[in-house]
């Protein structure tokens, strides 16, 4: 009997706390009924507020996913500008609860920060912009010249790499900020600047920056997933969040768009029928709002429509989707069923 009493004991302990992990997973969102999302508020194809205060921007459509998925409610989210350096502090501390913005993964973060990159926001790429134009698209025009990055980032191992490998003698001077490293290019401290497209489409837009008279270069030093970030801590966050991101891409994959999305409602396909809630244990099991994919899509539409409003054809930017496109398109933006 006491055997059985202590198996039985046993047994609520471990139900009790798998619960309490659970609702504890979302505990900082919950609790100040808010989604908190970094990301970089200077940058304008990531995150800006329009004239009446409302969040748009790449980042912000996807904070509001999160804030349907977790709250049930698109608006119940915030952005915070958080910097390359401080990102570990942020998402540890829990100031933040994902980070999004223009964050590449290196093997050195997965090792050694509290951190964790969870699935892909979009594919970038590292490119240059010069100041004053010129008509040539040669690179060894700008041998010698300085470059602007910044330090101790992917973009600034790459742009070492690319120097050394086409012999480009550049002098390159390293900022330990985005806002440095494009404030000593707007001062002309340097003839180039270089890191990912996002960035180098946003200074070359800039108001400030078309007083200069500033040309973004076809050069491509690299192409490089851009992910968003979760504590380690947190591992059922972290679940959540994959699937979170997956969602849009798989409604694309399965030609699920804002246009058609009621059509697909109540279909028996087992991944669709997950994923828009008609059968909710899934989302549930993640304490997770069961329709929230139906809301977003119908707000912010799939992850192409996402892509083409904010970087696209049907923005001020017109980045080539290219490799953004799904794998079944050409690109290498993978999808994974919910099932």
Not at 116 to 124: F, H, K, P
Not at 167 to 185: D, G
Not at 217 to 230: D, F, M, Q
Not at 257 to 281: A, C, E, Y
Request: aromatic share 10%.
């Amino acid at each position: 009997m006491k055997l059985i009493l202590f198996f039985l004991t046993i047994a609520i302990f471990f139900n009790n706390n798998i619960s309490w992990a659970k609702s504890n997973s979302l505990r900082y969102p919950m609790s100040r009924n808010r989604v908190v999302c970094g990301t970089d508020t200077s940058n304008k194809l990531l995150a800006y507020k329009d004239e009446i205060g409302s969040w748009q921007g790449f980042d912000a459509d996807i904070c509001r996913n999160f804030a349907l998925a977790i709250l049930g409610e698109a608006e119940a989210f915030t952005l915070q500008n958080i910097s390359g350096k401080d990102v570990v502090k942020a998402l540890d501390s829990g100031q933040i609860d994902v980070m999004l913005g223009n964050q590449v993964i290196s093997a050195k973060q997965e090792v050694t920060h509290p951190v964790v990159g969870t699935d892909v926001l979009y594919i970038d790429k590292q490119i240059f912009a010069e100041r004053h134009k010129s008509d040539t698209n040669s690179m060894q025009k700008y041998k010698k010249s300085n470059v602007c990055v910044v330090a101790n980032s992917n973009d600034y191992e790459n742009l070492y790499d690319y120097n050394q490998k086409y012999a480009m003698e550049f002098n390159i001077l390293k900022y330990s900020t985005a806002a440095e490293a494009k404030q000593a290019f707007y001062l002309g401290r340097c003839q180039l600047i270089s890191g990912s497209e996002i960035y180098i489409k946003s200074i070359a837009e800039n108001l400030v920056s078309k007083d200069n008279d500033i040309r973004v270069l076809p050069e491509i030093i690299s192409y490089r997933p851009v992910y968003a970030y979760v504590a380690k801590a947190n591992p059922e966050f972290q679940v959540a969040a994959k699937w979170i991101l997956n969602a849009p891409k798989l409604a694309e994959q399965q030609g699920i768009t804002s246009k058609n999305i009621d059509s697909f409602i109540g279909i028996r396909s087992g991944s669709v029928k997950n994923l828009l809630g008609s059968s909710p244990n899934l989302w549930k099991q993640m304490d997770l709002h069961p329709d929230w994919v139906v809301s977003a899509i119908k707000q912010q539409g799939n992850f192409g429509e996402i892509y083409e409003r904010n970087f696209g054809k049907h923005s001020e930017y017109k980045i080539e989707r290219d490799k953004n496109n799904l794998i079944e398109n050409g690109g290498i933006i993978n999808t994974l069923p919910f099932i």
